[in-house]
């Protein structure tokens, strides 16, 4: 039942109206004579402070407020794939149409999924089929790439089917009828709501053991992130944090995506929605905007509408999750979303915290990453889904000890910080391999061994204290010179260049760079690892010097090995068979 009250108060974003008694917490409001959409946030003697979505200029107190007593919620369903979305989930194109001009109206309102469009509905049970909470009772085909399926709602805890009709329905049409426990009858269609605010519920997390592959050479093999995990972007403007997001989102084998613009600039959000309906998948060679879905939320937009974004799509990505696919989530940036809740907290004459942020901060951020996760999936039978959430971190200046970035570090365990040195080196991407970490490497180390190579991980472990030795060499060379250090740290140098310049740098732009399969970044790394092994001990044995190394025409062809066919495994076994009979001892004399 609808609630009247007025507006007492306007600041900005955040409204305060009187007569709102009746409200509870999070209750979605019309404000003004123009409707405007807002959430309630704070209640005080019938008093209620409200951050609206949309802009506020002209509102005055006296104008009404209305309660529609329901939290903000999301339209779950066919036709969320491919969709271009605001924060709220208001789809661009039909905010657009009734605008009708460049700039979006006020107080528009707008499905988040098409209720006429027609849907064919295959029945996966029968009449007299028990079921239960979470069980796939039919599928829709939503797109060429991913098969939509019809859950029971979580609230049917069990009952028996009624009634099932396959066939061409709406969304909002009944498919299906439930009798529950209680001889309650429950209608079910194509159409779920589901509060944002609100993680859907799952049996249990499971331990995730196997990585999320985005064809990026430097966090597949030295950085991985798992299926279900949950990964940091941190770096200073400029440094490749959105290109990074994209490339993430474009090749990455999770298979739907959900990529959220909080905050970001216009030309940079403009850019995505441009490229990604043209994009091809890697990995089904079909447009890519078929597994996507996009949240639209650029700087010029509402500040408050940035908190709905983030839990527009996280809820979003959830509902797929309980579908059974792997789903990934890029949030980018998170720094806007706090920026947002810092202003309504002020607005809101809350105490501040560090640097002005709420004292809730951290508890919002833990709360948004605990909602990824592998999970065993509420039903009947054994299902899994994957919700895997990489969120990028805009530190003022690169500081990284400020509340954002340390309230972001203490819940993700991956760490890929950008460095805007490398960046100003032109060296894409960013990822600093000295500072940046993951802790998912030991629930992988299985993964790896089973499906690319037995010794993966020693590999990698070879490689990685190259690139730290490097770092202690470099500072004796620059107090001492070059001249200084053995011919054993020559080699030591040499390789590193190559595993920074080669194997690490990567152009996300060049369709044969950008994507680098799991099993060809072992191979390139093996022949890397094992060329500077086997020239150190022939150099130890006294058989080979640095010079004789240098000039090896197998050193030269080390920052071509990444050109090879990734399915052409056995050039890369001929190249280490050169190496190795090109540093046999008999062959070399120092």
Known sequence: MEQHAVITRVSGPLVEASGMERARMFDVVHVGKERLLGEIIALSSGTASIQVYEDTTGIMPGEPVVNTGAP?????????????????????????????????????????????????????????????????????????????????????????IQTIHPGTHTVTETIATVQDASGTVHNIALLQT?????????????????????????IDTFFPVAKGGVAAIPGPFGSGKTV????????????????????????????????????IDPNTNEPLIRRTILIANTSNMPVAAREASVY???????????????????????SRWAEAMREISGRMEEMPGEEGYPAYLAS????????????????????????????????????????????TLRVTKTFWGLDAGLAYKK??????????????????????????APDFAEVRQSAMSVLQEESKLMEIVRLVGLESVSD??????????????????????????????????YQILKSITSTYEAACSAIEAGTLSYQQFAALPEVAELSKLKEHKPEDVASYETFRERVRTALQPQNNSK
């Not at 740290?489 to 369709?511: C, G, M, S």
């Open 364 to 407: 919002r951020t833990s709360e948004f990453y605990e909602r990824a996760g592998l999970a065993m999936l509420l039903g009947s039978t054994e299902r899994t889904g994957a919700l895997t959430v990489i969120g990028a971190v805009s530190p003022p200046g690169g500081d990284l000890s400020e509340p954002v970035s340390q309230a």
């Open 72 to 160: 903000m919620s999301v339209e779950l369903g066919p036709g969320l794939l491919t969709s271009i979305y605001d924060g709220i989930q208001r789809p661009l194109a039909s905010i657009a149409e009734q605008s009708k001009s460049a700039f979006i109206g006020r107080g528009i309102a707008a499905d988040g999924i098409d209720k006429k469009k027609q849907w064919e509905f295959v029945a996966t049970k029968n009449k007299g089929d028990a079921v239960s909470a979470g069980d796939i009772i039919g599928t829709v085909q939503e797109t060429s790439l991913i098969e939509h399926r019809i859950l029971v709602p979580s609230h049917i805890i069990k009952g028996t």
């Open 312 to 334: 527009t799509g996280i809820t979003i990505a959830e509902y797929y999750r309980d579908m059974g696919y792997s789903v990934a989530l890029m949030a980018d940036s998170t």
């Open 194 to 218: 589901w509060p944002i605010r609100t993680p859907r519920p799952i049996k249990r997390k499971i331990f995730p053991s196997e990585p999320l592959i985005t064809g990026g050479r430097s």
């Open 427 to 452: 060296h894409f991407p960013s990822i600093n391999w000295l500072t940046s970490y993951s802790l998912y490497v030991d629930n992988v180390k299985h993964y790896w061994a089973e499906h690319v």
């Open 488 to 521: 054993t740290e020559r080699v030591t140098l040499d390789i590193a260049q190559v595993l920074r310049e080669d194997f690490l740098f990567q152009n996300a732009f060049d369709p044969q760079d950008a994507y680098t399969p799991l099993a060809q970044q």
């Open 244 to 279: 990074t997001q994209q490339s993430l989102a474009k090749y990455c084998d999770a298979q739907v995506i959900v990529y959220i613009g909080c905050g970001e600039r216009g030309n940079e959000m403009t850019e995505v929605l441009n490229e990604f309906p043209e994009l």
